[in-house]
């Protein structure tokens, strides 16, 4: 075992050339057991397997800096730095970070988790480097999906800036998590496959069959250079007008060239694009037939590649699929807009029934929205569907494309509240903030799989813009009966108490605690109010105010407590001079680990033991206040 061997950064470096194919091979076998038990991203780590061994082999693990994109395929990254062990608790709470984090290990020099960022996170440091004079390697490691990104794009227009040496790895497989689509795509396609790219490829693989060490290299790099120049495609050019050498493509699971090509980029002065070519999934046969299954995936059976726990059919995003659906046979202008997550959004099937009307935009949430209010600013119905936490990228397109002009866009914003184990960067948490701060917007969440059913009905009419928050995972498919026809602004009273002790005021997810609080409580005989708030944006004032006199009125919400419903509840019941102690249920100010969202929510004080065990006191409280 020579995996067994590396128990620190550069250990790599001492295994031998003849057993490099081995050690790949333990790799992948090491990454598709310990996925299988604990879930998390498969297949890109798979096809990195070789591309992060030649950066493991090449560079400088201590010193050198090499910030991966997204950072869900930095495993082998974790691996070949010492941090084996930490596969065994993997994206559990307290565990080991399915992500590069610069708290865990010396040599993750850059928190990712977003997309398209590290190559304005490379310029950036590549530039402090040669400020401080000081003398390190910058790597930034990006796949064909990220470099559909606006940011990507921005970053390599200021790239010729760097005067060092500066590597742009771009990890080409042909895939996001799905098919990419777009020109970027077609882009690296044709520069995959012409005829004069071969001729190239054949004439760097000359090049660096010839490169000895030592101060020649710098004449090899710029015969390469030259030859690229005479021969390269219109699409490599564009690399090269962009003041960055284009080298490539290089065979992405042929470690020895993917050496050769790395001590090539070391050698060079200014930017590098090295251009690699990997297949998603690589080595392990179910993860190759169907990459987009194991991008991210649950515990499941190696042998099988089948998931240990059946997917729950009933989950949100399954219903936005079949809401979709039927939205998109009643109106004709219904479109639907994803940002390279079809699957995950759940718009796959609407785009099978109504290509023409289906629109991946790539990893592009800004441009997603902005597309969308130039449809709707047109006369279509657009839905676009993105994840919480992506959706923070289009803070400003929603405020000042949408909203401003009050373009009737309805906003699908999945994965809202805690997410659990992709942790900090996906936490979807301060959506119910950003969005109830814009003009305009109506911002919705609902209690149950028959209320989010009704909310999108509501908004086919609706004629302004819209967002409908709900949380990953299974809907809930209790309260039916507590269903009241959905009325603009207007919340629904769950449960009336005869007296005034307490009222539990909550949205989205936090309805069922507070209905479960509230239960608890009944059987102490303590009488409890219950507000699903519905809308949290506009809020019901009128109910609200109906709650002045209370003695205790709790709020609850999987949001952060800054600019939350909470703070904007208790706001208004102080301009109402009400004498309520108000409590605010919410995630405190800091960023969420990872881990399940259970225990997450148990250690934030969100679940109903807490929230009942505090309700128990402040009644007791108030009873004592008042005797
Ligand atoms: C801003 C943002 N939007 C969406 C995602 C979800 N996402 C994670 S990985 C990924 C695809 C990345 O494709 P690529 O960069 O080609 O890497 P690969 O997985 O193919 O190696 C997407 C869309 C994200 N992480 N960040």
Not at 474 to 495: F, Q
Not at 510 to 539: C, Q, S, Y
Not at 598 to 612: A, I
Request: include cysteine; charge should be neutral.
């Amino acid at each position: 075992m020579y995996l067994e061997k590396i128990r620190k950064p550069n250990d790599i470096q001492r295994v031998s050339p003849k057993n490099y194919k081995v050690l790949a091979r333990e790799i992948r076998d090491f990454l598709i057991e310990s996925v299988s038990r604990t879930g998390g991203h498969l297949s890109s780590n798979l096809g990195a397997v070789e591309l992060t061994m030649a950066i493991h082999l090449v560079f400088d693990l201590t010193k050198d800096k090499v910030i991966w994109d997204v950072g869900h395929q930095s495993y082998t990254h974790k691996l070949l730095t010492g941090r084996r062990d930490g596969f065994a608790n993997l994206r559990s709470f307290g565990g080991m970070s399915g992500f590069p984090k610069r708290a865990e290990s010396p040599c993750d020099v850059f928190d990712t988790g977003h997309s398209s960022t590290s190559i304005s996170a490379g310029v950036g440091m590549a530039h402090a480097r040669d400020l401080k004079s000081e003398d390190y390697h910058v790597i930034s490691v990006i796949g064909d999906g990220a470099l559909t990104g606006g940011l990507a794009f921005e970053a390599l227009d200021n790239v010729s800036s760097v005067k060092g040496n500066f590597i742009i790895v771009l990890n080409d497989n042909t895939m996001s998590i799905s098919e990419n689509v777009g020109g970027v795509s077609n882009f690296l396609g044709k520069l995959r496959t012409s005829k004069i790219y071969t001729g190239i490829k054949e004439s760097i693989t000359g090049n660096l069959r010839r490169i000895p060490s030592g101060d020649d290299i710098h004449d090899v790099i710029s015969n390469a250079k030259d030859s690229i120049k005479q021969l390269v495609v219109r699409e490599g050019m564009m690399f090269e007008d962009m003041g960055i050498t284009y080298l490539g493509p290089f065979d992405g699971h042929n470690i020895n060239q993917l050496v050769k090509a790395f001590r090539t980029a070391k050698q060079a002065k200014g930017p590098v694009l090295l251009h690699i070519l990997t297949k998603k999934g690589k080595g392990y046969p179910f993860a190759e037939a169907n990459p987009g299954k194991f991008h991210g995936i649950d515990p499941f059976d190696p042998n099988t590649g089948k998931l240990l726990r059946q997917e729950n059919p009933a989950t949100y995003t399954k219903l936005f699929s079949d809401c979709m659906m039927q939205l998109g046979k009643q109106n004709e202008k219904v479109v639907a807009i994803t940002a390279a997550m079809a699957d995950g959004t759940g718009l796959s099937r609407f785009s099978r029934h109504f290509p023409e009307r289906f629109f991946d935009v790539g990893i592009a949430e800004a441009h997603a929205v902005t597309f969308a209010a130039g449809l709707a600013v047109s006369g279509m119905k657009p839905y676009v569907a993105i994840y919480s936490s992506f959706l923070q990228r289009a803070y400003d397109s929603i405020l000042h494309d949408v909203c401003m002009q009050k373009l009737p866009v309805t906003f699908a914003v999945d994965r809202a509240g805690i997410v659990g184990k992709d942790g900090e960067t996906h936490q979807g948490v301060f959506d119910l903030s950003y969005l109830t701060s814009m003009p305009n917007l109506t911002v919705m969440a609902p209690k149950n799989a028959y209320e989010f059913a009704q909310m999108f009905l509501f908004s086919s009419t609706f004629e302004g813009p819209l967002a409908i928050r709900y949380p990953r995972g299974e809907a809930l498919l209790s309260y039916k009966s507590c269903n009241s026809k959905i009325v603009y602004g207007k919340a629904e009273v769950m449960k009336k108490a005869s007296d005034s002790t307490i009222a539990l005021v909550a949205i989205g997810s936090m309805v069922k605690t507070a209905m479960e609080t509230a239960e608890r409580l009944a059987e102490e005989g303590i009488e409890a109010t219950v507000v699903n708030l519905r809308f949290a944006k506009p809020l019901d004032l009128e109910c609200i105010r109906s709650l002045k006199n209370y003695k205790n009125i709790f709020t609850l919400e999987e949001n952060v407590k800054a600019g939350g419903i909470g703070e904007q509840i208790a706001a208004y019941l102080m301009e109402q001079r009400s004498r309520a102690k108000v409590r605010i249920f919410a995630v405190p100010d800091r960023f969420i680990p990872h881990g399940c969202v259970d225990v997450l929510m148990r250690e934030l004080g969100l679940d109903t033991d807490h929230v009942y065990e505090e309700a128990l006191k402040a009644v007791k409280g108030s009873k004592a206040d008042h005797e």
